[in-house]
């Protein structure tokens, strides 16, 4: 009699041939059961992973001890996380309800440990965290988004859009480890070194709702930017942060568009669609309100 493999090893010809039928005999039955499992290799049996629902890998990426983190575990949001972000949304402020977000909904990032999560969070770039956030919002809700009311921009009717998570465009690095620092050449002759934004610098910025726009810009360049390089040598921001304000304005929107421009992730701005009433291509924002619509506080 021949033998039939069974993972990686061989099931007995005894084993075989002494079939029972359960109906007759369900107690000799079990106990083959249990003869056969025996003799499977376990190292032969499917390992169980997480959802692919679960698994967000960053647009751009984290450099931990010289080696670069892509993969974010999220989970689905429970009851529990809607009380702590209904909790998160009495500042009424947008960032500190999503950072909280990013809290609850991010189990883990790589193979760190779990305790180092929420600093670990604030360290990544603000298009990795947007990303998160669409990570989150799949393993909630899935991939199709509401837009209720949507009103096109080019002839004004409005309508009721459902579309895919896929639809937004996402912008990725092909080397994270150098496209996260740049230079910036400075109007009248030099450069300014500058990284990308991440997610302390984000919140610096908007935790203080008093401030201007332009006080904004201040303080995300005295964070973002590194140093500026001229005749007179290398000037450190982080020594004298006042250099972010004695900046002409040319020097400062050129560093600020290059900030916007080179953050990955996704563009909720940049999202492609032929209204049906003007057949015309136009643009449909997604709002942090789209994503959770049952967060109708938001």
């Not at 025996?38 to 679960?54: G, H, L, R, S, W």
């Not at 751009?60 to 892509?70: Q, T």
């Not at 409005?158 to 912008?171: F, G, H």
């Not at 009433?277 to 709002?287: D, G, P, R």
Request: net charge negative; with cysteine; aromatic share 6%.
């Amino acid at each position: 009699m021949a033998t039939r493999t069974v993972g990686k090893r061989a099931v007995s010809p005894e084993t075989q041939a002494a079939w029972v039928n359960p109906a007759e005999n369900p107690n000799q039955a079990n106990a083959d059961i249990k003869r056969v499992l025996a003799e499977v290799d376990d190292t032969a049996m499917p390992t169980i992973d997480f959802p692919v629902d679960d698994t967000v890998i960053l647009p751009g990426g984290l450099i931990r001890d010289n080696e670069l983190v892509k993969n974010v575990q999220v989970k689905e949001l429970t009851g529990e996380d809607e009380e702590a972000l209904a909790r998160a949304s009495q500042s009424l402020n947008a960032f500190v309800f999503m950072d909280r977000l990013l809290k609850q909904g991010v189990v883990q990032v790589g193979s760190e440990p779990v305790s180092e999560k929420d600093k670990i969070l604030g360290q990544l770039l603000i298009g990795d965290r947007e990303a998160l956030i669409l990570g989150i919002r799949r393993a909630t809700y899935g991939d199709k988004i509401e837009v209720p009311e949507w009103q096109c921009s080019n002839c004004g009717v409005k309508d009721d859009l459902v579309m895919e998570l896929s639809d937004i465009p996402v912008t990725t690095m092909s080397d994270p480890v150098n496209e996260t620092s740049f230079k910036v050449p400075l109007r009248k002759g030099g450069f300014a070194l500058v990284r990308l934004a991440n997610g302390a610098d984000q919140l610096a910025v908007y935790e203080n709702p008093d401030l201007t726009t332009a006080q904004g810009q201040t303080v995300l360049l005295s964070r973002c930017v590194v140093s500026i390089n001229d005749s007179k040598g290398e000037h450190l921001m982080a020594g004298l942060p006042s250099m972010a304000r004695d900046m002409s304005v040319v020097d400062r929107h050129s560093i600020l568009t290059q900030l916007r421009d080179r953050q990955p992730g996704p563009k909720y701005d940049k999202i492609e669609y032929v209204c049906s009433a003007c057949n015309e291509k136009v643009f449909v924002v997604v709002s942090i309100g789209h994503l959770f619509l049952d967060f109708g506080w938001l």
